[in-house]
C-alpha cells in the first residue's frame, strides 16, 4: 500500500496537470479543445475503471483478510479464555489495528474520489470553454 503522502503528491501533480490543461485549452482551436475533452473523457473513463477494478480488489481481499481475522480470533480465545488481563490487552491491539486500516482506507477513498472529482471539473471546464468557442463563432 502507497503511504498516504504519495496519494496525496500524486493528486496534487493530476490538479497541477489539469490547470495546465486548461489554460493552453484557452487559447487553443475549437478542433483541439474537443480532441483535449475526447481525451479527457478517456482518461476520466479508464481513471473509473480502474477505480472500480481496485474496490472489487479491495473487496475481495477484505473478504479474505475478515475470515482470517476470524480465524486468528478464534485462536486466540482459545489460548487466553482464562487470561482475562491478556485479552482485553488483545482486544484493544485488534480495535486498534482496525481503526488504523480503517481510517487510512477511508483517506484512500477520499484521494481517489478527489481524482475523479478533478477528472470531471477538467471535463466541465473545457466543454465549457468549447461551448464559449461556439458562441463566438455564431456571435
Known amino acids: 500500500m502507497k503511504k498516504l503522502s ?28 474537443e480532441a ?17 477494478a481496485k474496490n472489487k480488489e479491495k473487496q475481495a481481499i477484505a473478504t479474505l483478510q475478515w475470515e482470517e481475522l476470524q480465524d486468528f480470533y478464534n485462536q486466540k480465545v482459545l489460548q487466553i479464555k482464562n487470561k482475562r488481563e491478556t485479552e482485553k490487552e488483545a482486544r484493544e491491539v485488534r480495535k486498534a489495528q ?12 477520499a484521494i481517489e474520489f478527489a481524482f475523479l472529482a478533478i477528472d470531471d471539473a477538467e471535463l466541465a471546464v473545457l466543454e465549457a470553454i468549447d ?8 456571435a
Do not use: C, G, M, P
Open 6 to 33: 504519495e496519494n496525496l503528491q500524486e493528486l496534487a501533480d493530476h490538479a497541477t496537470d489539469t490547470k495546465k490543461k486548461v489554460a493552453v485549452a484557452e487559447q487553443e482551436t475549437k478542433e483541439k479543445v
Open 36 to 52: 483535449s475533452i475526447q481525451k479527457s473523457k478517456a482518461d476520466a473513463k479508464a481513471r473509473q475503471e480502474s477505480f472500480k
Open 98 to 109: 482496525k481503526r488504523a486500516e480503517d481510517a487510512a482506507l477511508n483517506a484512500e477513498a
Open 131 to 138: 461551448a464559449e468557442a461556439y458562441y463566438e463563432s455564431l
